[in-house]
């Protein structure tokens, strides 16, 4: 028989699956994929329960229900101060990651130069390479995942058609500065590229940084598309409705991809986010505050336990150096024999790297109940100082 795809064929099962069904098997704490431990706000739970029993049941608009996009809109004015028109520059998609796909098949042409910064999260290679893109990367490295500046900037070639750039960055849980998120901006407009820019973790960060969405600086506002996630905005990651902002030279081809990837979004998740966007400030400083304390809760948790902890600047995600404890085989041996033996699931960080020779790093999601984390974190102890 005819082969199917090479690359797809070639890919392993996504390591949060691989990961959630440990442990899932070994009924440990799952501290692996990314995901809060909460049934999320009542209030948009209910108004998507109401939708559903009210109806309409039928499709809705392709680019997505006008209330939805107009909150899209007015969240980027509220928060960034950018001027969006709904009806040119936001489209809705299912989730995040149909976004980046969408973004990746109509923008790239085959042989097209993509800078992606390393560790990244694990849908971006595949999908470049079978969009036809041609991937550079370029390193952050720990413990404080500074840019390589004269690297990256190495890495933009006349060839470059865009940067796909992730801030807050997940799995480093850096968050990018002001200049350094100038220093790409100039890359970008220096090489005439694009910039898809995740900002799924927009809303969490902690210690007082600013979210700084490349679209905001001089020169990037019809270069730049930026994604973000109710999944991550409302602790409901199964909710998969994401939003894109755009300009129109670039939303045009987009959307062009989005009405034959998934056409549209359930109805009802749509109104229900359209409500959450319109929330009061005060809920989006809760949602970071709650996770910075729970940040403080691990890092304290598992230095106690012996580990040496990564700064994290935002995210769910908080990483160690194996090492710390002793370690000294990879981190996938390591993930799954804590899983297994001490009763705690992480997820391995070469998972994050086209090539694994970065492999004693782990890291764990912190987005759960405070008794949940106390308890990882005492097993984790105990099992390393036993
Ligand atoms: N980008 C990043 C960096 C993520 O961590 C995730 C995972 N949640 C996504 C995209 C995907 O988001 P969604 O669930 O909305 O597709
Ligand atoms: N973004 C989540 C994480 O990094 C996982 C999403 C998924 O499983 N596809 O853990």
Redesign the pocket.
Known sequence: MKPANSIFSNTGVTVFETMSRLAMECQSINLGQ?FPDELGPEILRRKAAEAVIEGPSQYPPMMGLPELRQAVADHNKRFYGLDVDWQTETMVTS????A?CDCLMALIEPGDEVVLIEPL?DCYLPMVRRAGGIPKLVRVEPPNWDLPRQRLSDAFTEKTKLILF?SPH?PAAKVYDRDEVQFIADLVLKHDAYAIC?E?YEHILFDGRKHIPLMMLDGMRDRCVRIG?A??TFSM?AW?V?YVTAPPNLLTPISKAHQFVTFTTPRNLQSAVAYGLQQDDAYFTALAGDLEAKRDLIANGLSDAGFAIMNVGGTYFLSVDIRSVGWDGDDVDFCETITREAGVTAIPMSAFYQDADINHFARFCFSKNDVVLTEACERLKRYFNS
């Not at 989730?95 to 149909?98: L, P, Q, Y």
């Open positions: 990314g989730g995040a990651t149909e980046i999260y992730n997940n995740d799924v996630s999944g991550k990651t998969k994401g």
